[in-house]
T-cell receptor, first 113, second 109 residues
Framework: EAQVTQNPRYLITVTGKKLTVTCSQNMNHEYMSWYRQDPGLGLRQIYYSMNVEVTDKGDVPEGYKVSRKEKRNFPLILESPSPNQTSLYFC????????????FGPGTRLTVL | GQSLEQPSEVTAVEGAIVQINCTYQTSGFYGLSWYQQHDGGAPTFLSYNALDGLEETGRFSSFLSRSDSYGYLLLQELQMKDSASYFCASSGGYSTLTFGKGTMLLVSP
């Protein structure tokens, strides 16, 4: 089954404790992206990657890091989480950027205390 | 940068037709997408317009006018299961898919 998976689905952590949210897709997509969703703000792009070893900042990159060492994986790293990073996070992938269908993962609900 | 405006909420009854509008201000605009999201679940793709005009997919249609920086999603024969949030999103080339803040559609019996 073609899908995007994220882990963990739910996470409660404390300020300053480094964490990684994994994202994996099995569709051989080149383009992957991370979004955060907050009430009333829609989805905002954090980082995106056009291919292996090619990443760039989206609209809200502060406090986040990413890496793309393999085509299928695109982990999101929070080196020192803060309460304002409490949010619902989605990973997405597509064949190409510039429009068309993006496939979203099920989401990771993160709470930083 | 890019920004999109859409109504925050729309209500309708089963069987009706509803139109959700989206206006955008962008640089390097490639096209307009629409996504549906049920209650915090994963957004799912509905349609994409790169060219002016109407795209029809079953009960859903999407329209784009580049000259007016405007698009809409038309939902026909509304069903209860169509109650969800709907997002327009503009694509700006290689990188960005910028989403509007979403329209919550409430379908009542």
């Amino acid at each position: 089954e073609a899908q995007v998976t994220q882990n963990p689905r739910y996470l409660i952590t404390v300020t300053g404790k480094k964490l990684t949210v994994t994202c994996s897709q099995n569709m051989n997509h080149e383009y992957m992206s991370w979004y955060r969703q907050d009430p009333g703000l829609g989805l905002r792009q954090i980082y995106y990657s056009m291919n292996v070893e090619v990443t760039d900042k989206g609209d809200v990159p502060e406090g986040y890091k990413v890496s793309r060492k393999e085509k299928r994986n695109f982990p999101l790293i929070l080196e020192s989480p803060s309460p304002n990073q409490t949010s619902l996070y989605f990973c997405a992938s597509s064949l190409a950027s510039g429009g068309g269908e993006q496939f979203f993962g099920p989401g990771t609900r993160l709470t930083v205390l | 940068g890019q920004s999109l405006e859409q109504p925050s909420e729309v209500t309708a009854v089963e069987g009706a037709i509803v139109q959700i509008n989206c206006t955008y201000q962008t640089s390097g605009f490639y096209g307009l997408s629409w996504y549906q999201q049920h209650d915090g679940g994963a957004p799912t793709f509905l349609s994409y317009n790169a060219l002016d005009g109407l795209e029809e997919t079953g009960r859903f249609s999407s329209f784009l006018s580049r000259s007016d920086s405007y698009g809409y999603l038309l939902l026909q024969e509304l069903q209860m299961k169509d109650s969800a949030s709907y997002f327009c999103a503009s694509s700006g080339g290689y990188s960005t898919l910028t989403f509007g803040k979403g329209t919550m559609l409430l379908v009542s019996p």
